[in-house]
Every structure is written in C-alpha cells, then in structure tokens.
C-alpha cells in the first residue's frame, strides 16, 4: 500500500477518533457536576489575606475565592462545630434534627444526637447516583448509626471525633478516633497534610470514572491545639518581625491549612477535574479570639452569638456557571447549601427543609432575601452555661441575642452599629418584644425534636 492509499485509508479512522474524543468532552461538559465542599475549622473571618489579614498569606485560598463569587455576609449556623456541621449536612436548622450543641466523648459533656430520620447531603447524593465520601473530621457522631458510612457517605477516610488533642497523634481523651470507613486506623503524620493527601488520592481515582462525586472535605485547622509544622511555624517568624507567639502559631498553622487547599485544587485542574467541579469553601464558626484568631472588626468570636461568632469567610466556584472575580453582599447561612448543590446537580431538593438554595445568585440573577428572620441557636454544659442555651434572631438589620444565658436579651441595629456597640433594648422596647416573640416561638418548635441519644 503506496502512502497516498495508506492516507485515504486512515483518515475516516482519524475522523471517527477526533469526532468520537468531541463527543466524549462534550458528554463530559454536559455531565452533572461534580461536589467538592471544604468546610474548615474555627477560621476566623478577617484570617484570609482576601478578607483583611495583613499578617498572614494565603495565596492559595485567595485564588480558589477569585476563581468565583466570594461572599462577604454569610454566617454559620452556629458559633461551634457540631451544630453547624448538622445545618450544612441536613438542610435543617441544628436544633430540628437533634444537634443543638457540640456531640462530645463523654455523654455527660455531649449535647447532641443527629436523629435517624435526618436527610444527609450524602443520602441524597447517593441515591442519585453519585460516589459520596468524606474525608476529615466528621463530628456528628461516634458510634453506628450515626457514622459517615451508615449517613449516606460511601467512603470515610478522617477523624469521628471533635478536636484532636494532638494534630500529629490524632486521639481525643486517649481514644483513636481515625478511620478508614468504618476500620481504625492508625496514620503517621499532621492531620492537615494526611487530609490533603487522602482528597488528592480521592479525586485521582474519581478521575478515571464517569461517576460524578459528592465530597465532603473537613479539614480539622485551625483549631485548637494550635500546632503548625515548625517549618511552617520559623516562616513566619522570620517573615512576621515583631509578631506575637501566639499569633505567629495560628498564622503558621492557617499558611499550612492554605498550601494543602492548594494541592487539592492542583490536582482538580491535573486531572480536569475543575472543568465540571462545584467547590465551595466555608469554615464552621467564628475564629478562637484565645487562639490568636482575627475576627476582623467584628465583636467577639467563637461560641458567641455576637457577628465574630458567626460571620464567616466564604466562596463558591463553578467553571463557565459562576463568573470569576465576583464578590456579593447578598446574605446566605451555611444550611442554605444543601439545597443549592442539589439544584446545581439537577437533583430534587427534598421537602420540609429550612433552607433555600442560593444558585441564583451564584448565577449572577437578582434574588429576594432568602428568609426573613434569620435563628441562631446553641447548647453548652459548663458553669459558663449550665446546659442551658444562647440563641440570636436577625430580623432585617435588627438582631435580638442573648449570648449567655445568665445574662439579658440585647439588641442592635447591625445597619448603623455593625459591631454591636450600642444595646438598643431599653431604647426600643417595641422591637424587642417582635423579635423576642419570635424567638420564643422558633425555641418550641426546635421542643419537638429530642437531642439525646435514645435510652436502651
């Protein structure tokens, strides 16, 4: 065969291979999204250098944010990790479906337990056909029923329990609490690294599938202890002249937390991942003022109910759906995800859920405020709170809170005083009953739903 025969011979196979490949990427594009959501712990929100910080670099995170809508008035549901953990996983507000507080080793010190009947994102995620998983911390229960992999998760690679008393030993009270689905395990390494490197394992292997994938990636920094790499840690150091120890800690950990984002969001663009990946970024609560954490110019910080406990660092990114470089004022809270990652995904939102999706503004579409009153609600032990509850109502620019519960209501006009400066409580006793009326009326419903572990 001469090679003017031998080309007219392989040109319809090249034609069937170049049309076959376009046809393949254009499935591809076309595909269901995939899910990546990183929720971090106890970041505070002016602990980003796109949020303010001037101390501290976080190249990575910053990028990630540009590459989409960063929102400059989002709030976690509540100013600790469990409640919050539950609002994002459910849809629900903490309290309806059974974790008002921090779920903890000791029964005595635990103030939660996620019901059978909750819906997780996994649940919903699976059943349509998506590979679920989890990597980090979960935080949401201890033991069967209530782990990742009989919540929906097909895959759980992380920690069950709260903190970690040390980020290299992974225990809590002596106990091993790193799993790999359902078997312990026993990892060598910092907690944030191995997260890093399970994520970039995960998503390797996704991409050599069809399947689309839910991923859940909690990462475990920055919260307490505060104990970066000492690499990590002299950096900062030696760049931060002057800087306060403590302070230098919690940057150095949170510059280490910011390189691991940046190999998981690596590997998304190696493998082509991000060219059909939602990726969303939030953190779970307020920053740790006794930690080093930088709330901004917001009042307080962790457990309160005051804005440094509740305001968040947030952005959500999805190539060729999100336009690049947006940022938006529009007000959103952390269980208002659940139903905008099922809409993205084409999914149906289940029924009876409190929160509403926020696709349209991720689209660039105008949308109404999302509700019109806004709950905020925790439960705690101690002697600080007795096993009682602090709990915060947002009604337009007016907030109604009691942020202990030895203490009397409060109330501000986050309008005119945003830092929560000025107690309008005896000034405008009107406003204060409206908003302390609802609240009380949103404290019977959460009544209905038990928030301890069924007795034997």
Same mark, same amino acid.
């Given at each position: ?17 170049? *049309? ?17 959501? *990183? ?17 501290? @670099? ?13 929102? $400059? $008035?989002?709030?976690?549901?509540? %100013? ?26 000791? %029964? #005595? ?66 106990? $091993?609490?790193? +799993?790999?689905?359902?078997? #312990? ?27 689309? =994938? ?51 969001? @690596? ?62 004022? =529009? ?26 999706? *926020? ?28 096993? @009682?509850?602090?709990?915060?109502? +947002? ?10 519960? =030895? ?19 005896? @000034?405008? +006793? ?19 739903? %038990?928030?301890?572990? %069924?007795?034997?």
């Amino acid at each position: 065969m001469n090679v003017l025969n031998l080309l007219r011979y392989l040109f319809p196979v090249f034609l069937v291979l170049i *049309i076959g490949n376009q046809s393949l990427q254009a499935q591809k594009s076309q595909a269901r999204p995939n899910v990546l959501v *990183i929720l971090v712990d106890d970041l505070g929100y002016g602990d980003l250098s796109s949020y303010g910080a001037t101390d501290l @670099k976080s190249p990575h995170i910053d990028a990630l944010l540009k590459r989409g809508m960063k929102f $400059n $008035n989002f709030y976690a549901n509540c %100013p600790v990790c469990s409640p919050t953990r539950a609002a994002l996983l459910t849809g629900r507000y903490q309290d309806m479906v059974g974790v008002p507080g921090v779920i903890r080793t000791h %029964p #005595q010190n635990s103030w939660g337990y996620l019901v059978p009947s909750a819906v997780t994102l996994a649940d919903v995620f699976q059943e349509a056909g998506y590979h679920t998983g989890i990597v980090g911390k979960w935080h949401l229960g201890l033991e069967a029923p209530n782990v990742p992999n009989q919540r929906g998760f097909d895959f759980f690679r992380g920690f069950l329990g709260d903190m970690m008393d040390d980020y290299y030993h992974h225990r809590r009270h002596d106990v $091993n609490y790193m +799993r790999f689905n359902e078997q #312990q395990v026993d990892p060598e390494g910092h907690a944030t690294d191995l997260f890093t490197e399970w994520t970039c394992d995960f998503l390797k292997q996704q991409a050599q599938t069809e399947q689309p =994938f839910f991923l859940y990636l909690a990462y475990n920094a920055p919260h307490t202890p505060i104990q970066p790499p000492a690499d990590w840690l002299e950096k900062v150091k030696q760049r931060e002249a002057g800087i306060d120890p403590a302070r230098a800690k919690l940057v150095a950990l949170i510059e280490h937390l910011d390189a691991g984002i940046g190999e998981v969001v @690596k590997t998304l663009d190696e493998t082509g991942l991000s060219e059909n990946t939602l990726v969303i970024f939030s953190s779970d609560n307020g920053g740790q003022l006794s930690a080093g954490a930088n709330n901004g110019d917001l009042r307080d910080g962790k457990q309160s109910m005051y804005e440094g406990g509740l305001k968040v660092p947030t952005g959500v990114v999805w190539k060729d759906h999100i336009s690049p470089n947006e940022e938006t004022d =529009f007000m959103a809270m952390s269980m208002d995800l659940f139903p905008t990652v099922c809409e993205a995904a084409g999914i149906k939102v289940p029924a009876g859920l409190d929160s509403v999706s *926020i696709l349209p503004t991720l689209e660039g579409k105008t949308q109404t405020p999302l509700r019109k009153h806004w709950f905020f609600r925790r439960r705690e032990g101690g002697n600080r709170y007795g096993g @009682k509850t602090i709990e915060a109502v +947002r009604s337009g620019d007016w907030k109604l809170l009691q942020n202990s519960p =030895f203490a009397p209501l409060e109330l501000y006009n986050l309008k005119t005083d945003p830092l929560e400066k000025e107690n309008l409580a005896e @000034k405008n +006793r009107k406003k204060f009953n409206e908003l302390s009326t609802l609240l009380r009326a949103e404290i019977q419903r959460y009544g209905s739903v %038990p928030w301890q572990k %069924p007795l034997k």
